[in-house]
């Protein structure tokens, strides 16, 4: 068998190379608005090999202050799924004093989805909203969650919002856009909890490291 790398953070680093590489030789116009928002979609790209993320990102002014100020202060992340929750870093967040929760297995959240006929991801949303202190949802799979979060008519610290697919996807993330809350959005069909917790860890990761003794 031929000779391969196998060093995961040396993977991780090539990786990136490669995808700036690309970038410059196939995009060479394209320009980063800045480095946070260089990390994510980078980030994403190496998630999904796909570079259609270079055009489907959307970030509200500020965003990504709002969530490292969010995160500082000790919020709570709520996700739409077990696999974002699983995802997201959270040895790195659990040092800026957050955490993060997904109610959607949660038995109350099964008993309100069966008694109000909604989704288990609405039921979760509603559950985390009953909830004190600060929140940033993080949702990746459901769009019922995120037009469950936008009829509640609350300002979370921020919104995550990249559910995938072709029953209302697209639609529940536009309306996020055009909401006014501080946010991240992908346009279109295209998202998924994979990319969802990637946004987390490249904020997180750009974030200076602290470890509590």
């Known amino acids: 068998m031929s000779d391969y790398i196998r060093q995961p953070q040396q993977i ?6 490669i995808i700036s590489q690309l970038i410059f030789e196939s995009w060479p116009d394209y320009r980063f608005v800045d480095a946070d928002q260089e990390a994510v979609i980078k980030r994403v790209i190496h998630t999904t090999a796909d570079f259609d993320w270079l055009d489907i ?19 709570t992340l709520y996700t ?3 696999m974002a929750l699983s995802g997201i870093n959270k040895t790195r967040l659990a040092q800026y004093g957050s955490k993060c929760r997904c109610y959607v297995s949660d038995p109350r959240a099964i008993q309100m989805a ?3 006929q909604i989704t288990r991801s609405m039921a979760a949303v509603d559950l985390a909203l009953q ?15 995120l037009f469950r979060l936008m009829e509640h008519q609350v300002a979370p610290i921020a919104v995550v919002g990249v559910p995938v697919g072709f029953v209302g996807a697209e639609e529940s993330k536009n309306v996020l856009i055009n909401s006014g809350l501080n946010c991240i959005a992908a346009k279109g069909r295209k998202g998924g909890s994979n990319i969802a917790a990637a946004i987390i ?3 997180l990761y750009r974030m200076p490291e602290v470890r509590h003794e």
């Open 12 to 17: 991780e680093r090539n990786s990136f190379d």
């Open 57 to 75: 990102l959307y970030f509200s002014p500020d965003i990504f202050r709002h969530i490292s100020d969010g995160i500082l202060r000790g919020c």
């Open 80 to 82: 739409d799924t077990t």
């Open 114 to 116: 069966k008694a109000q």
């Open 131 to 145: 909830e004190a202190g600060e929140k940033i949802f993080v949702f990746g799979n459901a769009p019922t969650a």
């Open 201 to 203: 860890n490249a904020i």
